[in-house]
């Protein structure tokens, strides 16, 4: 059967339709699902471990990261208000020059965080492989995530799934996040519906178990 243009046309819109409505849908459930379990600072619960989510400490055009730093400066406000006790950092260290856990304990070390006090994952290589590695691989089921708002609901909604007693703390100054990476973060909500629900993805790497020395 010939398809003609307008046809195809009218089924072009439609698949942009079911397109939107899936990624607005599974947004809609990644956000209503998680939001009671977002806090600040002052109000968050108390948990033995933070895990910090790692991201670059620059951006790519050189500048300092904020999303960098708020993470750090958050981390840092629970351990001195001991509403955690130890840190776990959790990032990418793809090469010898770019190393996201060995660049946040350098940053907690300068907010006067005890190295003992931090351990490090250089195997989280996405969000999913650093809270699933939390809790399979560093033994937490019950822990605090530090990172910006946008990705607390994503983070929140992959500790769920792994049946995680996982709450987060929004590491926001209030600032803007930019068009791109508001897209980005509402790709990455439906893409990781899809990855829990449909394709069953797991981290990268697992490995040993790591006890970590978590004080008292």
């Not at 995680?164 to 893409?191: F, H, K, Q």
Request: hydrophobic share 45%.
């Amino acid at each position: 059967m010939k398809i003609t243009p307008q046809k195809f046309l009218r089924l072009g819109i439609w698949i942009s339709i079911t397109l939107f409505l899936f990624v607005l849908g599974t947004n809609i459930w990644v956000v209503q699902s998680t939001k009671g379990f977002i806090y600040n600072v002052v109000n968050s619960p108390v948990n033995d471990v933070a895990l910090i989510l790692g991201t670059s400490k620059r951006t790519i055009d050189g500048n300092p990261n904020r999303f960098f730093m708020e993470r750090m400066e958050t981390a840092a406000m629970l351990h001195s208000s001991e509403k955690i006790k130890h840190i776990l950092v959790s990032g990418d260290n793809r090469t010898r020059y770019y190393n996201e856990p060995r660049d946040m304990l350098q940053a907690l070390g300068d907010l006067d965080i005890p190295e003992e006090d931090i351990s490090l994952d250089f195997a989280g290589l996405r969000t999913l492989d650093s809270v699933v590695r939390c809790k399979e691989v560093f033994g937490q089921n019950r822990v605090t995530i530090v990172t910006q708002e946008f990705h607390c609901y994503r983070s929140l909604f992959i500790a769920n799934y792994f049946n995680m007693e996982a709450v987060a703390v929004s590491a926001d100054d209030g600032g803007p996040i930019g068009n791109m990476l508001a897209l980005r973060e509402v790709l990455a909500r439906t893409m990781a519906v899809l990855d829990l629900y449909v394709f069953q993805r797991k981290p990268k790497y697992l490995g040993e178990e790591v006890t970590l020395p978590i004080k008292g």
